[in-house]
């Protein structure tokens, strides 16, 4: 459904303002990605002010639903008919280690829903954190998410709230754009 939503207009100029004003607000790399089958791909991407970055994400980087921020916040939101499936065919252990077993995803799943929005805790680079929010398509399905990246000591336990807040504020605007 992303894809034929995605033909109907670009996205990435839909996006482009959340995406600066994430980058501007934050000072951390903000991005928007979009769901491609099980995966998600970069498609845009602004560096905030802040000199020191985390370079593990960038425009055409691919990454399995439920490994980085963005593709944890998509997956979260998916029927739980299909994380069930998916989870049960995805080898993600295998290729980045053993916080990307099923029953670690669908921990990291709950708290997701629960919370709004995604955190990854530096689980593909060691020190590298990312925080997502889903954006979602006119059928109400997650098919894009807001992201920003960053080091480690950005994302202390007081200010993901707020970061939080700001990924979902700017999710809630992109989607109520593309839901017309």
């Known amino acids: 459904m992303g894809a034929v939503a995605a033909e109907r207009y670009d996205m990435t100029e839909l996006a482009h303002e959340h995406v600066a004003a994430l980058a501007e607000e934050t000072g951390?790399?903000?991005?928007?990605?979009?769901?491609?089958?099980?995966?998600?791909?970069?498609?845009?991407?602004?560096?905030?002010?802040?000199?020191?970055?985390?370079?593990?994400?960038?425009?055409?980087?691919?990454?399995?639903?439920?490994?980085?921020?963005?593709?944890?916040?998509?997956?979260?939101?998916?029927?739980?008919?299909?994380?069930?499936?998916?989870?049960?065919?995805?080898?993600?252990?295998?290729?980045?280690?053993?916080?990307?077993?099923?029953?670690?995803?669908?921990?990291?799943?709950?708290?997701?829903?629960?919370?709004?929005?995604?955190?990854?805790?530096?689980?593909?680079?060691?020190?590298?954190?990312?925080m997502g929010s889903a954006v979602f398509d006119r059928a109400g399905q997650p098919a894009w998410a807001l992201s920003i990246t960053g080091v480690e000591h950005r994302f202390s336990t007081e200010r993901r709230p707020l970061l939080g807040q700001l990924l979902m504020r700017h999710a809630h605007a992109l989607t109520q754009k593309i839901q017309g």
């Open 28 to 130: 951390e790399s903000a991005f928007l990605s979009t769901r491609r089958g099980d995966e998600t791909v970069c498609v845009l991407r602004r560096d905030g002010s802040f000199p020191i970055r985390s370079f593990v994400l960038h425009e055409g980087k691919r990454l399995p639903l439920g490994v980085a921020s963005a593709g944890l916040a998509i997956l979260s939101f998916l029927p739980d008919t299909f994380i069930e499936r998916y989870l049960d065919a995805a080898t993600l252990e295998n290729d980045f280690g053993p916080e990307h077993a099923a029953p670690r995803i669908l921990e990291r799943i709950e708290a997701t829903r629960v919370a709004g929005y995604s955190t990854n805790p530096g689980l593909i680079v060691q020190g590298s954190w990312g």
